[in-house]
C-alpha cells in the first residue's frame, strides 16, 4: 500500500499524465497473463513457504531498485515500469501459494472466521500504510521506498517463521491436463465462477482508486498528505466490515448479499465520482470499501474451502488472475478512460457498469444469487 502511493503520486507528479498511471496498472497485470498457467501448478507443486520467500525477495530488489528511480529526478520511465513488472511477477507467484498454504495452517472450522481476521490485518496495513507513506512523501518518496524495503525484509523472516499444520500434497506430473485442472474446475462450479467474475467486471469498470492522484492534485489541490489520506478511506471501512464478519459470520442469504455489495460498490463509486469536497469523497470511499469486503469476504471463502487441497494453487492462481484483471487491470482501464473523457467521467461510467454487471450476474448464476449459507 506504501509502494501504491508513493509510486502513484512520483510517476503522476512526474507526468502529469493519466495514461502514465493507467501504465502502471498494465505493467502490474502483465505478468498474470503471462504465468497464468505457471503460477498456480509452482503453488502446487513446491513448498509453499519458500514460493513465498522468493516471491518477497524479488518485492526486496524491486523496492531497493525505486529508491534508485527516486533519487534519480530524469529517470527513464521505462526503468520504472520495468520494475512493477518485477513486482507484478513476484504478486502473481505470491498470490495463489499465500491464498493455498492459509488452509494448511488454519483448521477447516476456523478458517471463516481466520480468513476475516487475516482480512482485518490487510485493511489496517492499508489505512496505515498510505498515511505513512503520505507523511514520508513530505521528505521525499526515497523514504517511502526505503521503508518499504525493510518492511519487505522483514516479511522475509517472518514466512521463513511459518510451519504449516498439514502437509503439503503429492506432487502430480506436469501436462496440460494438470496445467488447466484449476480452469475446469471453476468452470464447473458456478458459484466459484460467478463469485469471482462479478467482482472482476464490477471493480474493472468500477474501480476508482487508481485515479485518486488525479483527484487530489487537480480537483481537491492537496498533496501527497492528502492523497495518502484518500487512498486509506476504502480500506477504514472494509476494516469494519472484516472485524464484524470474524465476530458475526456473513450470515443467511449471502448470495443476495453478494450482488448487492456489488450493486452499493458501484453507488458508492458514482458518489466519489461526483464529490468536488474531500470529506465528501472520503465517505464514499469507505462506503465503497465496506461493499468491497462483503463481496471479498464471501468469494474467498467459497474458492478455498470448496477445493481440494491439491489444487488449491492452481484454483488459486485462477481467482488472483480474476483478482489482477479487476485492479491492476481496471487501473489501466480507468486511466485509458480518464485520458479520453477525463477522470469524472471515467469515475461515474464505471459506478454505472458495477451496478449494471450486478443486475446483469444476478441472473447470469442464479445457483449463487440462491446460495443461503458460505459453509
Not at 179 to 190: D, E, M, V, Y
Not at 208 to 213: D, I, M
Not at 300 to 325: C, H, K, W, Y
Request: proline share 4%; hydrophobic share 55%.
Amino acid at each position: 500500500m506504501m509502494i501504491d502511493v508513493g509510486l502513484g503520486w512520483m510517476v503522476y507528479t512526474r507526468t502529469n499524465s493519466v495514461w502514465a498511471l493507467g501504465l502502471v496498472g498494465l505493467f502490474a497485470f502483465l505478468p498474470n497473463v503471462v504465468f497464468m498457467l505457471a503460477v498456480g501448478h509452482v503453488a502446487d507443486r513446491y513448498d509453499r513457504r519458500k514460493v513465498l520467500m522468493a516471491c518477497y525477495g524479488g518485492n526486496t530488489l524491486a523496492s531497493a531498485g525505486l529508491i534508485w528511480c527516486a533519487l534519480t529526478p530524469m529517470i527513464d520511465m521505462n526503468i520504472v515500469y520495468g520494475l512493477i513488472l518485477l513486482f507484478g511477477t513476484a504478486r502473481a507467484f505470491a498470490n495463489p501459494a499465500s491464498q493455498a498454504l492459509l488452509p494448511m495452517i488454519v483448521p477447516r472450522e476456523a478458517f471463516s472466521s481466520a480468513l476475516a481476521w487475516n482480512s482485518s490485518s490487510w485493511q489496517i496495513a492499508s489505512i496505515t500504510g498510505p498515511a505513512i507513506a503520505g507523511l514520508a512523501y513530505t521528505v521525499g518518496p526515497e523514504l517511502v521506498f526505503s521503508v518499504t524495503t525493510m518492511f519487505y525484509l522483514g516479511c522475509l523472516a517472518q514466512i521463513a517463521a511459518i510451519k504449516p499444520r498439514l502437509a503439503a500434497a503429492p506432487r502430480e506430473p506436469v501436462t496440460w491436463t494438470t496445467l488447466t485442472a484449476g480452469w475446469r474446475f471453476i468452470w464447473q462450479k458456478p458459484a466459484i465462477l460467478g463469485s469471482i467474475s462479478v467482482d472482476l467486471f464490477a471493480v474493472l469498470l468500477g474501480g476508482a482508486t487508481s485515479l485518486l492522484p488525479a483527484y487530489a492534485k487537480d480537483i481537491f489541490h492537496t498533496d501527497a498528505q492528502g492523497l495518502g489520506i484518500l487512498s486509506c478511506m476504502p480500506a477504514v471501512g472494509a476494516l469494519a466490515c472484516t472485524l464484524t464478519i470474524a465476530r458475526t459470520g456473513v450470515g443467511r442469504r449471502c448470495g443476495y448479499k453478494m450482488f448487492g455489495a456489488v450493486a452499493l460498490f458501484g453507488l458508492a463509486t458514482i458518489g466519489f465520482g461526483l464529490s468536488t469536497n474531500i470529506f465528501v469523497a472520503g465517505f464514499f470511499l469507505i462506503i465503497a470499501g465496506v461493499a468491497d469486503m462483503v463481496s471479498v469476504q464471501i468469494r474467498q471463502t467459497l474458492v478455498q474451502l470448496e477445493t481440494p487441497d491439491a489444487m488449491r494453487g492452481r484454483v488459486s492462481a485462477v481467482n488472483t488472475i480474476f483478482i489482477g484483471a479487476s485492479n491492476e487491470l481496471g487501473a489501466f482501464e480507468s486511466g485509458a478512460l480518464a485520458a479520453l473523457t477525463g477522470p469524472v467521467a471515467a469515475v461515474v461510467l464505471g459506478g454505472v457498469g458495477s451496478i449494471a454487471i450486478a443486475v446483469f450476474w444476478s441472473r447470469l448464476f442464479p445457483a449463487l444469487r440462491n446460495r443461503d449459507k458460505l459453509i
